[in-house]
C-alpha cells in the first residue's frame, strides 16, 4: 500500500522535498549516492532533531510532530512560505504562525488588475494599510497618492490627519471607528503587532481621537460594504466596496469601491475622459 493511500500524507511529502534538494549544495558529498536529494538523517542534522525521529515522522511514527520540529524541518528542506503553510496544515492540521513580512511592493501584473478597472477606484494596501499601488480612479476620487511621501499614504494618516480626507466622510466618526478596529485585526493577523508599536504610537499623539479609538480594543474585519462620499467635483456619490486577498502575497489585500449606481459611474467616467494628466 502506497504512503498516500495509507494516510501518511506528512511522510509522503517531506520524502518529495528531501529528494528534490541537491545535497551537494548542503555539503553533503559523497559518489555513492543511490537515491537523488538528501538523506533522512542528513535532513535530521540540518534540523537539529534524532534522526531516529524524523525517520519515524516519514514512516508515519511516533504520533504528530511539535510547531517547533516542523518550523526546524520547514528550514532544513528550504520550503518556501506555502509549502511551509501545507507542511503545518498536514503534519498538525492548522496552518503556522504568522511570520510578518514587511511589503515589497506590487507587481506590473497586479497594477494591469487596477487599471483595468476604469470607473471603480482600486487600491492596494499592505496589512499595516499603507497604499502601495492604486489606479486613475483612486486617484481622482479618493487621495492623490502619487503627490504623498511613501510615509504619509497609510489610510489612517489619511482619515485622522488629513483635513480634506475627513471632510469628505459623511459620518466620520463611524469610518474612523471602523478603519481602527479593522487595522487593528489585519495588524494581529499578521503577526505585525510588534511591528505597527512605533506607528501606533506615533499616531496616538498626533491624534488623540484614534488614541481614544485605539483604547477602546475593538476588532472588525474589513469585509464589504457601502461608502458614501462628498466628493468636490463629484458632489455626493456612493461605493459598494470589497476587500479581497491577494493570492500569494498575504502582506498585501486589495480594496475595489465598485460606482453604487449607472449615474454614479457615468459621473466618474467623464471626469476621467476630461481631465487632462
Known amino acids: 500500500m502506497s504512503e498516500i493511500a495509507s494516510g501518511n500524507l506528512l511522510g509522503t511529502y517531506l520524502k518529495d522535498r528531501r529528494t528534490r534538494l541537491d545535497a551537494a549544495a548542503f555539503g553533503f558529498g559523497g559518489s555513492r ?4 536529494g538528501l538523506r533522512r538523517e542528513e535532513v535530521a542534522q540540518r534540523a537539529n532533531i534524532s534522526p531516529t525521529w524524523y ?26 512560505d506555502v509549502e511551509r503553510e501545507h507542511l503545518f496544515l498536514i503534519g498538525l492540521g492548522r496552518p503556522p504562525e504568522v511570520r510578518y513580512q514587511a511589503s515589497e511592493g506590487v507587481s506590473p501584473r497586479l ?49 485622522f490627519c488629513e483635513p480634506h480626507v475627513r471632510a469628505a466622510q459623511y ?31 506615533e499616531l496616538c499623539r498626533e491624534s488623540p481621537e484614534f488614541a481614544k479609538l485605539w483604547a477602546d480594543n475593538d476588532v472588525r474585519s474589513h469585509g464589504e460594504g457601502v461608502k458614501h462620499l462628498r466628493h468636490p467635483v463629484l458632489g455626493p456619490i456612493a461605493f459598494e466596496y470589497s476587500a479581497f486577498a491577494v493570492d500569494g502575497r498575504p502582506d498585501l489585500g486589495m480594496v ?22
Open 256 to 277: 475595489v469601491y465598485n460606482p453604487a449606481t449607472p449615474d454614479d459611474a457615468a459621473r466618474i467616467r467623464a471626469v476621467l475622459a476630461a481631465k487632462v494628466d
Open 33 to 36: 549516492r543511490r537515491t537523488p
Open 111 to 159: 497594477q494591469r488588475v487596477l487599471d483595468a478597472l476604469e470607473t471603480s477606484p482600486a487600491i492596494i494596501r499592505t496589512v499595516t494599510w499603507d497604499v502601495v499601488a492604486w489606479n486613475r480612479a483612486a486617484t481622482m476620487v479618493l487621495t492623490d497618492y502619487a503627490k504623498l511621501p511613501p510615509e504619509r499614504r497609510n489610510i489612517l494618516r489619511l482619515i
Open 171 to 201: 459620518d466620520w466618526s463611524s469610518v474612523a471607528r471602523f478603519v481602527v478596529a479593522a487595522f487593528r485585526a489585519d495588524a494581529a493577523r499578521a503577526g505585525a503587532v510588534s511591528h505597527v508599536a512605533q506607528f501606533v504610537d
Open 55 to 80: 525517520t519515524w515522522l516519514e514512516q508515519g511514527r511516533g504520533g504528530a510532530p511539535s510547531a517547533d520540529v516542523l518550523e526546524r524541518i520547514a528550514r532544513a528542506l528550504m520550503l518556501t
